[in-house]
């Protein structure tokens, strides 16, 4: 049936032009051209494992003319075409063929910030959905966080997001207190075959037999903690605010092993309450972090926003910026260049610019939105981070 208020007419619009394909190391992302029609009410994303070969629908009525394909395993190449389709259900010919592979590189998978929304900021757009009475608090630093109230809110992340070899998943968790095995996470396909962090506080991964665990000191009630995993070649980690608190060589269980696809924040699939908190900065990467890494995304939203010991040297206000950044340096290290990077929370560059020290810098941030980012100086023996918010 055609859609309410659609025209009854039967020429198709023109196929898009300029497809192409861009590999990530956790997803594929297509660009193309839109045709001169004005009715295109939207596109139809088609795959294949093979040129010119049989193929698969993997999305329909895509707005946009970009799409990012977060369900494709690395190494693996992939070939895709695509349709345009009006408002009267007119189909175009198919696109011109375009292949990419996935490279599997070390990398950010998902990542949430939840700045007032549950949306991943990765390039892999791996966006959750959300159940019961969702709402907002302020986090660690002062920006947005999630706030689950223990009774019926909770999040569902993508099937394919933690179906991997190696993995690292962080998170700041601001535990209410209530039942200790409530989850911060769970990823599942049912009681046997499951991985999972309580607040109590225990990691816990399990393909059938006996669980294999790490353990440590319960989270305080109250306070802003952040807390990691790990799962490597070699074993399992648990951090606490950048510190390893237990790690083993016997964890050798893998998520890739079982390939969850009940994928919770907040929720275990068994009757188990929910968790009883605040959220944020929740953060999975395709591979284990080293401890330093985890010492690094730790300092990050934790209102020091220290990486080095030299950070008292480094200055920036205000904070929150608006249109204009200031940058003071005054360590040990007069001599020389420094050089000034502003970073995404995913560490792209976005801006760079070379000064001189115990100078003043002047940063036009006006151009980027709203959000938290990095400011990153260089010097002859140092490197400094400190994170900072601009709020237009």
């Not at 290290?333 to 976005?350: A, I």
């Not at 940063?363 to 980012?373: E, F, Q, R, T």
């Amino acid at each position: 049936f055609l859609p309410s208020g659609a025209p009854v007419e039967f020429d198709p619009p023109t196929a898009p032009d300029g497809l192409a394909a861009t590999a990530n190391a956790e997803s594929i992302r297509l660009e193309w051209s839109a045709g001169p029609e004005t009715d295109i009410a939207g596109y139809t994303i088609f795959r294949s494992e093979s040129a010119g070969g049989p193929c698969q629908t993997i999305a329909r009525n895509v707005g946009s003319t970009s799409f990012v394909d977060n369900t494709v395993p690395a190494g693996v190449p992939f070939f895709y075409t695509i349709r345009a389709v009006d408002h009267s259900l007119n189909r175009s010919d198919y696109s011109g063929e375009v292949s990419a592979t996935a490279t599997g590189s070390n990398d950010l998978a998902a990542h949430f910030p939840f700045e007032g929304n549950t949306r991943d900021s990765s390039i892999n757009l791996n966006h959750s959905a959300s159940y019961g009475t969702i709402s907002y608090a302020e986090g660690p630093d002062g920006s947005g966080a999630l706030a689950l109230n223990g009774t019926d809110a909770f999040l569902q992340l993508p099937a394919t997001l933690p179906d991997r070899q190696e993995m690292t998943v962080a998170a700041w968790v601001y535990w209410m207190g209530g039942a200790p095995w409530q989850r911060i996470f769970e990823f599942c396909n049912g009681q046997d075959e499951t991985m999972y962090l309580q607040p109590r506080l225990r990691f816990a991964i399990k393909n059938g037999g006996p669980e294999q665990q790490l353990n440590a000191f319960p989270l305080p009630v109250g306070e802003w903690t952040h807390v990691a995993v790990t799962l490597s070649s070699t074993g399992a980690c648990l951090y606490v605010n950048g510190d390893t608190v237990d790690e083993s060589a016997a964890v050798t269980i893998r998520p890739s092993d079982f390939s969850p696809v009940l994928n919770y924040i907040g929720r275990s699939l068994f009757a188990v309450p929910l968790f009883n908190g605040y959220i944020d900065d929740f953060r999975v990467y395709n591979y284990a972090l080293p401890a330093s890494e985890v010492a690094l995304i730790s300092e990050l939203l934790s209102g020091e926003g220290a990486v080095y010991d030299f950070i008292r040297n480094l200055s920036l206000w205000p904070v929150p910026a608006k249109d204009v950044l200031y940058v003071n340096y005054d360590g040990e290290d007069n001599h020389g260049l420094l050089t000034l990077e502003v970073l995404d929370m995913n560490g792209r560059v976005l801006m760079r610019r070379e000064t001189q020290p115990a100078r003043a810098t002047e940063l036009d941030v006006s151009s980027l939105p709203s959000g938290i980012y990095l400011l990153k100086l260089t010097s002859r023996h140092e490197s400094l981070i400190k994170k900072f918010i601009i709020r237009h």
